[in-house]
């Protein structure tokens, strides 16, 4: 890997909570990782553990009742080749500043392309709305811009499909027109939220090369959100595992998958079925698919210490359940927040 | 689209033979007819009731004949003739009798709907976007008090208030001397002057139900994802409010339209009563109180047609403001 990676976007202990009737949830406490110039950086995790809305605390979109406490989270900025520090956090949702970067450097694409389409507006229409919000062209010119952008993610027929709705375009060509309108305005950070999970796996598998394509074309950088570790091999460099709102380990793609350390990392490792791996017949030498045991804990009554205790396997009694890890580096660029790691 | 448009008129026809049919049966289900019914209130008001006079009129009205001879003469004179009948009470054709209010009733439903839209959608909108605080309750509050607030009694209300307290002429469209009058400038103001009222009365019910629907379809759309979606891009949040969520909530509205129609001649019959409008609504009342055989039943008719062709209008809008629901072809 290369040393002299840029810096774009640093986010340091970030916490999103949101506040509900019931109680608080703290839906992301304590992230911490960094997305740097033209990489790809993956985040995993199960569902709830906060990934979708680290990224929009990144955007400054979080929808109410949620709301960012605390934490920072950097964007260095290139405005005409030098680099301005911002912190997106300390920004109004609504100013005209936040809603410059909102779309133009950092674009989104969002898990279900058919709800995340206007079902009455063309998608030529929301494409260029964007390209006439950050780059000032009129009707014509966004349009030729939105056609040519819809040609670069291989939409067929650009210049038919671009008067076409949401629902007369396949799963596959909806994402494709997502990704031509995140991309409309060259971003620096693409969030890529789960982008394929509603897509069956031949179009998830084009979805991926394309977008590791433009990548390669427009020199963006991509945090890519999921819970398939194989998409994660195959899109990323970097890699944060999050549970329960905070990172519990941070590596790059082959150390996270070759040298876990984090116990529910490797547990997640564990999950996934290969093939050829016989499960379900008996048997000497046969095994169960591993699932990570116990449930995730209730948001509401987080466990006391690592809030992965009561399912790990390592845990350590009279330790785990009483303090909180913090991150510890145990390898140049390979983060943990383990007790029990600490101690090896 | 064309194709489609072209069958559904095709299917009118029938549809409406049918309703005919039924409408015509409707009428004559109560037992007598007119000349039975107003030699009883002749008798009522103790005047005597000539025999002569009403074998007479039963004669010259085709009574006695069996009941398909009168729809058969009732229909072709329709078809044929765009002659709609003799209303027995007023002694005059229905048609004249019907277009004579229907300039006045559409006037009113139209100027009442805008009102009542104009005043609904902001309100529905802004109380869906602050979903839970206080002018949330305060517009919800009103708008439960406003459904629930039955049209005569309002009118009933605002009629005493405007006469203990301003000392208003109310009541009817126009003051006494322009009742008869040719239309004239004059005219106009002076139906204006009391057009507020019902305005307001008819408003006031439609206004509180459409806030209440407005409210909850864009409550609906407000957290679907293309909303997120539009935010991501760094839309301003009011423009992509209307643009997005409160153009997908609007269906309802436009599915809706085309059932006003129907309301231009039995809607607010009750109100009009009670404000003596010179609409339709209270003349289809009467007319059916009275067993005036042929504007009762032009008047069902008519509500029929317009019913039928309302439908059609809606289902046109629709699919004109939502792709989803476009035909093919």
């Given amino acids: 890997?290369?040393?002299?990676?840029?810096?774009?976007?640093?986010?340091?202990?970030?916490?999103?909570?949101?506040?509900?009737?019931?109680?608080?949830?703290?839906?992301?406490?304590?992230?911490?990782?960094?997305?740097?110039?033209?990489?790809?950086?993956?985040?995993?995790?199960?569902?709830?553990?906060?990934?979708?809305?680290?990224?929009?605390?990144?955007?400054?979109?979080?929808?109410?009742?949620?709301?960012?406490?605390?934490?920072?989270?950097?964007?260095?900025?290139?405005?005409?080749?030098?680099?301005?520090?911002?912190?997106?956090?300390?920004?109004?949702?609504?100013?005209?500043?936040?809603?410059?970067?909102?779309?133009?450097?950092?674009?989104?694409?969002?898990?279900?392309?058919?709800?995340?389409?206007?079902?009455?507006?063309?998608?030529?229409?929301?494409?260029?709305?964007?390209?006439?919000?950050?780059?000032?062209?009129?009707?014509?010119?966004?349009?030729?811009?939105?056609?040519?952008?819809?040609?670069?993610?291989?939409?067929?027929?650009?210049?038919?499909?671009?008067?076409?709705?949401?629902?007369?375009?396949?799963?596959?060509?909806?994402?494709?027109?997502?990704?031509?309108?995140?991309?409309?305005?060259?971003?620096?950070?693409?969030?890529?939220?789960?982008?394929?999970?509603?897509?069956?796996?031949?179009?998830?598998?084009?979805?991926?090369?394309l977008m590791r394509q433009l990548q390669d074309e427009l020199g963006m950088a991509i945090m890519y959100i999921?819970?398939?570790?194989?998409?994660?091999?195959?899109?990323?460099?970097?890699?944060?595992?999050?549970?329960?709102?905070?990172?519990?380990?941070?590596?790059?793609?082959?150390?996270?998958?070759?040298?876990?350390?984090?116990?529910?990392?490797?547990?997640?490792?564990?999950?996934?079925?290969?093939?050829?791996?016989?499960?379900?017949?008996?048997?000497?030498?046969?095994?169960?698919?591993?699932?990570?045991?116990?449930?995730?804990?209730?948001?509401?009554?987080?466990?006391?210490?690592?809030?992965?205790?009561?399912?790990?396997?390592?845990m350590i009694a009279g330790q785990c359940d009483q303090i909180e890890p913090q991150m510890i580096e145990v390898a140049p660029g390979h983060k943990v927040r383990c007790l029990a790691c600490a101690g090896a | 689209m064309l194709g489609y448009i072209l069958r559904r008129i095709a299917m009118m026809i029938p549809t409406l033979a049918i309703i005919s049919v039924i409408s015509f049966v409707i009428i004559q289900l109560p037992p007598g007819d007119y000349l039975t019914s107003y030699a009883m209130s002749l008798a009522a008001s103790g005047e005597a009731v000539d025999e002569t006079e009403i074998e007479n009129l039963r004669l010259r009205y085709g009574l006695g004949q069996p009941v398909y001879v009168q729809y058969y003469k009732w229909m072709s004179g329709i078809l044929l003739h765009g002659d709609w009948g003799q209303s027995m009470e007023w002694r005059k054709p229905v048609k004249d009798l019907i277009w004579e209010r229907m300039a006045l009733t559409v006037f009113l439903s139209l100027v009442s709907i805008m009102v009542s839209w104009f005043v609904a959608i902001p309100v529905g909108v802004f109380s869906a976007v602050h979903q839970y605080s206080i002018p949330d309750y305060i517009f919800s509050t009103l708008s439960f008090i406003g459904t629930g607030t039955p049209g005569f009694m309002l009118a009933m209300v605002v009629m005493w208030v405007a006469m203990r307290q301003f000392g208003l002429n109310v009541g009817g469209l126009f003051s006494d001397e322009y009742i008869m009058a040719p239309w004239s400038w004059d005219k106009v103001v002076d139906m204006l002057k009391h057009l507020w009222i019902p305005v307001i009365v008819i408003a006031v019910g439609s206004t509180a139900g459409s806030i209440r629907t407005t409210r909850a379809n864009v409550l609906d759309e407000l957290n679907k994802p293309y909303v997120e979606t539009a935010r991501a891009k760094g839309v301003k949040e009011r423009k992509l409010i209307w643009k997005y969520p409160v153009r997908v909530a609007m269906n309802p509205f436009f599915s809706t339209v085309g059932w006003t129609l129907a309301g231009l001649i039995s809607g607010q019959t009750l109100v009009a009563v009670v404000l003596s409008l010179q609409t339709n609504g209270p003349m289809m009342l009467r007319a059916l109180r009275s067993q005036d055989m042929y504007l009762a039943g032009s008047f069902l008719f008519l509500t029929s047609i317009l019913t039928v062709i309302g439908t059609l209008i809606s289902d046109i809008t629709l699919a004109w403001v939502d792709p989803r629901i476009r035909m093919e072809g």
């Fill in chain 1, 226 to 314: 999921t819970h398939n570790l194989g998409v994660i091999a195959q899109m990323t460099e970097n890699v944060v595992v999050m549970y329960m709102g905070k990172v519990v380990e941070e590596a790059d793609v082959d150390t996270i998958f070759y040298n876990p350390q984090h116990p529910y990392t490797q547990a997640l490792l564990q999950s996934i079925p290969r093939l050829g791996q016989k499960t379900a017949r008996r048997g000497a030498g046969q095994r169960r698919l591993t699932s990570i045991r116990g449930m995730v804990p209730d948001p509401y009554a987080l466990p006391k210490g690592c809030p992965f205790h009561p399912r790990c396997s390592q």
């Fill in chain 1, 1 to 209: 890997m290369n040393n002299n990676r840029e810096l774009l976007v640093e986010v340091k202990n970030l916490q999103t909570y949101f506040f509900l009737d019931e109680g608080t949830v703290h839906a992301v406490d304590g992230a911490d990782f960094d997305i740097h110039r033209g990489e790809t950086l993956g985040v995993v995790g199960e569902s709830g553990c906060g990934k979708s809305v680290t990224a929009r605390s990144i955007l400054n979109i979080v929808p109410k009742p949620g709301k960012t406490v605390g934490g920072e989270i950097l964007y260095h900025r290139k405005v005409k080749g030098v680099v301005q520090t911002i912190d997106l956090t300390k920004m109004e949702p609504q100013s005209d500043e936040m809603r410059q970067i909102r779309g133009a450097e950092i674009a989104m694409v969002f898990q279900e392309p058919m709800t995340s389409l206007s079902p009455v507006h063309t998608i030529g229409n929301q494409i260029t709305e964007a390209i006439r919000l950050h780059q000032g062209l009129d009707r014509a010119a966004a349009r030729e811009l939105a056609i040519e952008m819809l040609d670069l993610v291989g939409m067929p027929l650009p210049n038919r499909t671009i008067d076409e709705y949401a629902h007369q375009l396949s799963g596959g060509m909806r994402q494709r027109a997502m990704i031509a309108m995140a991309l409309s305005c060259h971003p620096s950070l693409l969030i890529a939220d789960e982008p394929t999970t509603a897509l069956d796996v031949t179009t998830e598998a084009q979805i991926l090369k």
